[in-house]
C-alpha cells in the first residue's frame, strides 16, 4: 500500500510541476511542507542539505530518507553532525605539521624533525631527515611527485621526489632574498616566495631567478604584510595574513580581491573552495559564489589539529589520529 501511495504522490508531483522535474530545476519544500519556488538564497550563505531535489521528495515518504538517512530540514543553519567526520587510524608519532596530497598519502614533520611519507592505509613508506638546516617548519605536498619543504630557520626549500630522495637545495638569502616569510610550490613547478624586505608576492625558479612579481604591498594595504601561507591552484594564487584576510593573486602575480574578513593563518585550496579551521569547526569559503559550508570538527585536539584534502589530523598525546569526512 506505502509503495502505490508513493508512485501516486509522484504522478501528482510531475503532473503539477512538469517544467522544474524536466528541467531538473530545483523545487523547494516550504517549512508547513508546500511546494513552489526555491527563495534566493541570501548572499555570503549556502547550507549543507538545504536544496531539496526531486529524489528527496520521495525519501520525503519513507522514515530513513535518502541512502537510508532522514533528510535535513529546509532551511538548516547548523553545520554538519558529527557523524560527518569518520576516524580512519591513528599514527603512533608526535608530529608538529601534517598533511594530504590528492592520492591521499599522508606527511608529517615528526618531533624528531624528520619529514615521513605514509600511505593512504597508514603505512610508512618514506622518510627524510637533515638536521643541517634546523627545524623543518612546513611541507608542500600539492604536487605528490614533487614535494616542498620549507627550513624557515635557514632560510632554505629543499625539494624532494615521491620517495623523499632530495633533488636540490635552494638557499633564499644566498639568492638575494633574505627576509622570507613563507613559500609554496607553483603549479609549474616554479617556486612562490614572499619577500618581507621587498614587500612583493615573487614567483622564482630553483635556482632563484625571478620570474613574476607583485606590485609592493605596503601601498596597497595600511598595515604591513604579514604573510603566513600561499597556495596556487593553478589560476589564481592565495595569500593569507591572520590579522588582514586572504588575498588573491593571477598568475602574474597582480593583486586582485582582498577578503578582510576570512582571517585565518593556514588554510588548503580544494577545487574552488579554501578550506580553513575556524574554531571548533572546518569552514569551506567558495570566494567566486560567495557560498560558505561548515562542519563540526571531530574531536577536541591536546596538541593541535590540521585539515588537508579529505583528511583531518588531530593530535592526541604520542598519536595522530587521521578522520575523514563529508558533506552532507
Not at 579554501?274 to 570538527?297: M, N, P, T, W, Y
Not at 585539515?307 to 598525546?317: C, E, M, T
Amino acid at each position: 500500500m506505502r509503495k502505490i501511495c508513493c508512485i501516486l504522490s509522484a504522478l501528482c508531483f510531475w503532473l503539477v510541476f512538469p517544467a522544474q522535474a524536466l528541467s531538473g530545476g530545483d523545487i523547494y519544500l516550504g517549512e508547513l511542507g508546500g511546494i513552489g519556488e526555491r527563495p534566493p538564497t541570501p548572499k555570503g550563505e549556502c547550507i549543507v542539505g538545504n536544496e531539496t531535489r526531486l529524489s528527496t521528495l520521495f525519501a520525503m515518504y519513507s522514515p530513513l530518507g535518502v541512502g537510508g538517512r532522514s533528510p535535513m530540514p529546509p532551511n538548516s543553519t547548523q553545520p554538519g553532525d558529527q557523524d560527518t567526520a569518520r576516524l580512519l587510524f591513528a599514527i603512533p608519532q608526535k608530529t608538529v605539521f601534517a598533511a594530504a596530497d590528492h592520492l591521499s598519502n599522508i606527511y608529517l614533520i615528526a618531533a624528531d624533525n624528520s619529514l615521513e611519507k605514509y600511505d593512504s592505509t597508514g603505512i610508512r613508506v618514506a622518510r627524510y631527515t637533515n638536521n643541517r638546516l634546523g627545524r623543518a617548519a612546513y611541507a608542500d605536498v600539492s604536487n605528490p611527485l614533487k614535494i616542498l619543504l620549507w627550513f624557515a630557520d635557514f632560510q632554505t626549500v629543499v625539494i624532494l621526489d615521491r620517495t623523499l630522495n632530495e633533488m636540490g637545495q635552494l638557499q633564499l638569502s644566498e639568492a638575494g632574498f633574505p627576509a622570507v616569510r613563507c613559500v609554496a610550490l607553483a603549479q609549474d613547478g616554479n617556486i612562490w616566495i614572499y619577500d618581507d624586505a621587498g614587500f612583493r608576492l615573487l614567483k622564482i625558479t630553483a635556482s632563484g631567478a625571478i620570474l613574476m612579481e607583485s606590485q609592493p604591498m605596503n601601498l596597497v594595504f595600511p598595515r604591513r604584510l604579514v604573510a603566513t601561507c600561499i597556495r596556487d591552484n593553478g589560476e589564481m594564487v592565495f595569500l593569507s595574513d591572520p590579522e588582514q584576510g586572504i588575498s588573491t593573486f593571477d598568475q602574474y602575480g597582480y593583486l586582485r580581491r582582498t577578503f578582510p574578513d576570512l582571517k585565518t593563518s593556514q588554510f588548503e585550496v580544494t577545487g574552488d573552495w579554501l578550506v580553513f579551521i575556524d574554531g571548533g569547526v572546518l569552514r569551506f569559503e567558495h570566494l567566486s559564489r560567495f557560498q560558505s559550508l561548515k562542519i563540526a570538527l571531530p574531536t577536541a585536539a591536546e596538541g593541535a589539529i590540521w585539515a588537508s584534502g579529505r583528511l583531518i589530523f588531530v593530535q592526541k598525546r604520542d598519536n595522530l589520529e587521521v578522520w575523514t569526512y563529508r558533506l552532507l
